[in-house]
Structure formats: C-alpha cells, structure tokens
C-alpha cells in the first residue's frame, strides 16, 4: 500500500486506531527487515545521532514521531529507536501497525 | 492558397494529451480518498530522561508496577506470571481491576512493556495489542533500557488474582544514578 518513509510489511493489530488529530505530517522512523533504521525516506540508514538530532528536530516543530517497523524485524532493533525517542524527551511515539479486520 | 494547415504530410508528430490528463486526474482523486486510510497506529509512551541536576526520589513502597514481558520464544509474562494466548486478556483484565482500584493513591494504570531483543517485532506488536484488548484504560509505558532478567523471584500469584507483593519487579525506568 501507500506508506510514508521506507516501504516496509507493518504488523496488524486490532486496536490500532486512526489518529485523527490534527496536525503536522509525523515523522516517520522505518526499522526495515535487516534491523536498519531509516528517517524517512532516506537512502541511507541513519546513524544514533542522526536520529536523535531529527526527533528533537520533529519536537521543534510539534510533529509526532510515526515508528513503522517491519513485521519480520526482532524486537531488538526496535528498541534502540524508543531508546533514541527517550533521548531526544519525546514524551512518546506512535508505533505503525495495520487494521486487522473483522473480529 | 499557400497555406499550410497541416495532416497533408504524413502523419501529425505531437500526441493528442486529453485522455492522458483524463487518467491522471482519476488516478490524483483515488489517492486523494486513499491516503488518509493508511497509517493506523498504537500511541505508547517512553520513559522520560530524568534531570541529572534533580535528586531522584525512589518510588513509594506500596507501588504497583506491572510488567509486561514477551520473551525470546514469543511468550508473554506479566510480572511473575506466565500467560497463554488464550488466557492473557482475561488476566489482563483481572491485572487493570487491581490496579484500577489503587488509582487514587497511584494515579491511572500503567502497564509497562518490554520484549527480548530477539522476540519477533509481530510478536510484540501481538502483546500490545493484547493489552488494549484487555482494557483501552491501559497507560503502555515502554522500556528502553534492558532489565536485569535474573532480578525478578519465581513468587506466584495467588489464585485470586492479587498481584504478588510489591517490590518483586525491577523498577522499569531509569534507576538513580
């Protein structure tokens, strides 16, 4: 489907809801398959610090920060982001996930 | 006449670009109505980095934390206590009842989560969603920082659904300096 940031395949969740606040564009941090994070849709993985620099940069400007991680990447490499998010006093994150149907 | 109006030498070399303006603007309105369907999230929350100038208090003694955990091999652990697929709403909801009644001494309840480095990302992302399944209530509270895993005693929990005693849990954000 139609993704922001890097195109990767999202877990599904029943309880994931629609944000419909209103407002900036979030930023999207993608954690592929292979573990790598990308800002947006960059072509190159981003470093720590990287990271950390475009999230207080997302703070400035009262953006959300959108984790859309790879169903099939290890919990491990999604830490480090939360880790970074904390660093950079986000007070929290929206983890991307797609509507499971029915039920 | 000596005018030249054209079609008379061979055939005409611009293509005529109505119907290609026809079929973008159709394809722009479908995106237009698709995009705002896409993304469907889970907010969570992280710990907050505490200020190194400010002493920090420990937390008082009759605290209730609750821990989520999904291991390494995708099973999912609430403090002490081990959950089935099957059952882990259910004692979930048992879990927010507890600490929903001790909302006005502790505030709302929080769950905090944390998975193994080398649980699936599906597998946390399933827990997540399990924990809003038990109760939309839930304040999900993520941990960053790696526990101590051998940290935590093998107390069981009574069958009443009473939490085990406080204190049995690591403290899930960032401990004193």
Known sequence: MLQKGKSVELPKAKNAMQNKAQGPEPLFVSVTADGKVYIESDKQPASPEQLVDAMKGAIAEGKRVMVKADVNTEYGAVRPVLDRASKAKLKGVQLAAEELKGK | MGMDVGAKKGPRSDI????????????????????????????????????????????????????????????????NETLTDENAIDRLKVWYRAAKSKESTQGPPVIFFDADDKAKYARAMKGLDTIRDSSPGWTIGMMTEKLASAATGTEPTPPGGTPPSPGTTPAPTNPPQ
């Open chain 2, 16 to 79: 005529n670009i109505t119907p290609l303006v026809d079929v973008v603007l159709v394809l722009l309105i479908i995106f237009m109505v698709l995009t705002p369907l896409m993304e469907k999230e889970i907010a969570v929350r992280v710990p907050e980095e505490p200020d190194q100038t400010q002493p920090v208090e420990p937390p008082p003694a009759d605290l209730l934390q609750i821990l989520f955990k999904v291991d390494e091999a995708g099973l999912f652990h609430v403090n």
